[in-house]
């Protein structure tokens, strides 16, 4: 059969050996469901029809990240002083921006795999070759760089002969 990679779908005709166009070329058509459903309808004209489950994953962890902060606020009814600390929105505002120019917003559009290990030596690379392109793993990194910067940051600004020359306020 000549194949050099798994899996392999062939459609054997029935009165003839399978031809070039038999073979579904999985790095052409992809590996989903609906696409070798549509390469059977093309060679045999059997429609094949494809049904999935609704996933509830989405909802639920909806639901419970809003059960979890009513019944945080229900428990602190009483004492509410956290969400007027100006402390506790700063961090909160910083994580955020923090993640989000660390590149864990591209990484969710694009879909951009965890590391690369590359075939030939079996090395495990954390950062892209390419500019236009990165790995979870090197923005992970670059996460935990800014986090060190800003700790050292904050940690010379609390020193007492530390001066920039200029203020912030």
Not at 73 to 82: C, G, Q, T, W
Request: charged residues 15%.
């Amino acid at each position: 059969l000549k194949l050099n990679s798994a899996p392999v779908f062939i459609h054997f005709p029935p009165r003839m050996k399978p031809k070039k166009s038999d073979f579904m070329d999985i790095s052409r058509w992809g590996f989903s469901a609906e696409q070798l459903a549509k390469w059977i309808h093309d060679r045999t004209d059997v429609q094949i029809h494809i049904f999935r489950p609704p996933n509830y994953s989405g909802f639920l962890l909806i639901v419970l990240l809003v059960t979890m902060i009513g019944g945080l606020l229900y428990i602190k009814r009483n004492s509410l002083e956290f969400l007027y600390n100006q402390v506790v929105w700063g961090m909160f505002v910083v994580l955020a921006i923090l993640i989000c120019i660390s590149g864990q917003i591209w990484n969710s559009i694009r879909g951009s795999p965890f590391l690369h290990r590359n075939p030939q030596t079996g090395q495990i690379g954390l950062f892209s070759g390419s500019s236009g392109y990165q790995f979870i793993a090197e923005t992970y990194v670059v996460f935990f760089l800014y986090i060190l910067f800003l700790a050292d940051y904050a940690f010379f600004l609390g020193k007492k002969n530390f001066d920039l020359g200029f203020y912030f306020p």
